[in-house]
Each structure stands twice: as C-alpha cells, then as structure tokens.
C-alpha cells in the first residue's frame, strides 16, 4: 500500500491529507494535458491557476508571496495525495517557474524580483524557462560563450542558447550569461530575468523524438536587459545558477518520484506474467527506496538551497523511469493499448531517453555524486 487511508483521524496531518484528497477528487482534471504549443500553456497556467484559487499552490513558500509557509511533510502528503488522484504530471509548462525559478529567486533575489515574480508564478500567470546550455557547454556549462555587455543601467546579451524547455511558449527565462568578458570558467556570470517578448530575441523550437516540440534554440542579438534584472549580484551568477540546480535535481522532480510509485502499483494490477511479476516487484521496491531518499533529501533539506546531493536523487529517479517504462513495454506489447495510447507507455519510453541527459547527464551526476558527495579524487580535466 502506498498511502496511509487515515479515515476519521483526529490527527492534524490526517485531516490535511483528506481535504487535499477532498479537492483532488473534485478538482482534478482527467483529460490529457497536451504536450506543447499554446495548448500546453493554456492547460498548465488554468491548472496552476486552479490549485492557487484552492489554495493549494506554493505550500511551502512563504505567505508574504502568496505561500501557505506549511512545512515539507505536508508537501509530501499533498503529492501523494496528487498521485492517487491521478492528477495531471508537475512536469508541465509550469515546472520550471514552480519548482526552479520561484525557489531561486526566494533564495537568491532581490526584495523586488520577489514580489514582482514569485505572485505571478503562483497564481498562474507566467511560464518560465531555463536558458543554461549552448551548443559546446550542456556538461561543461562553465564554459559558456553568451555575453552580456554591461552599459550603463542595462546588459546587452548577443549568443545562442539551446535545448529551452518551453521556450516558445514561456515569458521569462533563467538566462546564464557570461558579463565578464575578461574572465573565464565560473567566474564573471551572471544569472538574469530575460523577458521573452524582448526585442532581439528569437525562438526556433525543436521537436523531440518523442514527438511533442517542447524544447528551442534561443538566439539572442544584442537584447537589452535592465542590470536590476540580474539575480544574486553581477559576476555571481555561478553561486545561482548551483541553488537552480540544486532545487532542479533535488526537490523539483519530489511529485514526479512519489508518481513513480504508481504508475509501478497499475503495471503490477495489469500483469498475469510470473517472470514480469518477479521484476515488477523489483521495481516496487527499488520505487520504495527511491521515496524514502527523497522524503529524507526533502526533510534534509527544508531550509536553504539543496547540495549537491541532490544528484543521488536525481540519477536514481532517472534510471529507475526508463526501467519502469521498458517493464511497461515488455508488459503490454509494442502494439498494446496503453503503449500506442495518447501519452500512454510508448511516449513515456521515448520521452523517458531525456530522463538521463536533461538536468544534467547521469554521467555527469556519477561525477558529482563521486566528487562532491563521496570526496573521491576529482578525474583528469
Ligand atoms: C528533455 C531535455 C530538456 C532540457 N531542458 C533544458 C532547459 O530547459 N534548459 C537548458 O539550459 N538545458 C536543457 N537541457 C539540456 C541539458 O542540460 C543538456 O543536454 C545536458 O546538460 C548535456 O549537455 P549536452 O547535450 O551539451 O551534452 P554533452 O555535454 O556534449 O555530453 C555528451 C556526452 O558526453 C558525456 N560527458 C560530457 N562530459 C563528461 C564528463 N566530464 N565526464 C563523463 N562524461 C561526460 C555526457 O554524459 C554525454 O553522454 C535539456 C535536455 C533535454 C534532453
């Protein structure tokens, strides 16, 4: 069993569970969600907007940007609450302002970004991006080439990002750029508020195999930035780009993870198959061990930006997807029902490649998880 049923407890966390439960089965919507374009915007913000107006968006953030300032155990029962109803996957338009973006600024941002964006972000009405990597620096990000010229009150940005998740539908992105020219590596970046409707600036989306358009090349030709628009101080944009990381390879995927779970429980209420049951059962435990490290990171972590921890989480998670998924195509057929459905097994198989190269490769969280959370000796650079 997954959840506790915690019918006519007097316990305060009982009485939450069953009012997020309560909502969940009122409020939920059973469609599909669609996977790119306008629709996915539309679909993400009206979601976003519903959980705000019932009071169940930003739990944990603070009440003077419209939180509820509750703590990490009541996060957690409202996202199993939420896999059990089934409700639509967090990896939405809206997964990178909710889950990244938002926690960054509350970590990092100045008194006026807050309260201009972190609003915005809850109630539903913008749709972030992430603007880190460029052609030559995914892994080795450090390496970036966009510059951002500091004249007088404003940077002007010229260079390429590339792989943006939502970026043709977004309003804000978390853009990284290099403001130094003189410097190199870590040093001399900075991490900007770029408005997407910015005069310079292009998006040219890319379609994935899975076959949704959900990432884009940006191309910035001297865009103008206000400076007040940089987050964490000029030069310091490595310190916020690692509290992004943090929040996305640790907390951000917590829903997705206890999701998990379930989607393992349905497989195994599907399977007549000893052979397959024997490895489902695997899988149901491995799902298990996976919830309990990200309970613990969670609790670990309730205050302040996640460590580099986080890629112990994230890397399980992502290998763990992949074998759900190729379980799930062993179980029903290539030619299976649940495998062709619309965003059924054959699409989370095909998008579930991404799992170990977005965020961060699982090599390079190998590397991390050896380097920063082990303490081996780094490898040749
Ligand atoms: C679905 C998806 C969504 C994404 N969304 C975003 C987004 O919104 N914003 C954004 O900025 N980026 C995004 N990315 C980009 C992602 O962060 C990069 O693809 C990733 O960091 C890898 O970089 P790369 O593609 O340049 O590969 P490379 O860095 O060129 O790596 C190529 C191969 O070499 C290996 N490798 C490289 N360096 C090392 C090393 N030191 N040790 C061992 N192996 C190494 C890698 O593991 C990989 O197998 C997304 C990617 C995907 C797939």
């Known amino acids: 069993m997954i959840a506790p049923a915690g019918h006519g407890s007097p316990d305060p966390l009982e009485a939450f569970r069953l009012e997020a439960r309560r ?76 889950n990244h973006a938002g926690p960054t600024l509350i970590a990092c941002g100045s008194d006026a970004q807050k309260a201009y964006h972190l609003p915005k972000i809850l109630r539903g009405e913008v749709i972030w991006c992430q603007g880190f990597s460029e052609p030559g620096s995914g892994s080795d990000l450090a390496s970036l080439r966009t510059s951002g010229r500091i004249v007088g009150d404003q940077i002007i940005v010229s260079g390429q990002k590339i792989w943006s998740s939502y970026a043709d539908i977004a309003d804000f992105q978390e853009l990284l750029i290099r403001t130094d020219p003189a410097s190199n590596r870590h040093r001399g970046l900075s991490w900007v508020i770029c408005p997407m409707d910015a005069p310079g600036l292009t998006v040219r989306p890319i379609r994935t195999m899975a076959g949704p358009q959900k990432f884009a090349e940006v191309f910035y030709d001297d865009v103008r930035l206000p400076l007040d628009n940089v987050v964490g101080g000029v030069g310091e944009g490595w310190r916020t780009a690692m509290s992004t990381l943090g929040f996305e390879r640790g907390t951000a995927s917590l829903a997705l993870q206890i ?41 670990a972590h309730e205050q302040g930006a996640p460590g580099s921890d986080g890629s112990l989480i994230r890397l399980y998670f992502a290998e763990l997807t992949q074998r759900v998924s190729e379980a799930a195509i062993d179980l029903y057929g290539i030619a299976g029902g649940p495998v062709l459905a619309d965003h059924g097994w054959g699409f989370e198989y095909l998008d579930g490649f991404s799992e170990t190269i977005a965020g961060g490769t699982a090599e390079i969280q190998r590397n991390i998880i050896g380097e920063r959370v082990l303490g081996l000796p780094r490898g040749p650079q």
Request: glycine fraction near 6%; proline fraction near 5%.
């Open 23 to 98: 909502w969940l089965q009122a409020n939920a919507p059973k469609q599909t969600p669609p996977a790119d374009g306008t629709a996915a915007r539309e679909f993400a913000l009206r979601w976003q907007q519903a959980q705000h107006r019932g009071g169940w968006a930003g739990l944990t953030w603070p009440k003077e940007f419209g939180g509820r300032a509750l703590s990490v155990i009541e996060q957690i029962i409202w996202f199993e609450e939420y896999a059990a109803a089934n409700a639509p996957s967090t990896h939405n338009a809206s997964f990178v302002g909710v």
């Open 259 to 299: 999701r998990l779970a379930w989607k393992v429980e349905a497989l195994i209420a599907d399977c007549r198959d000893p052979a397959l049951a024997a490895r489902l059962a695997d899988l149901r435990a491995d799902t298990a061990a996976l919830r309990a490290m990200s309970y613990r990171f969670a609790l």
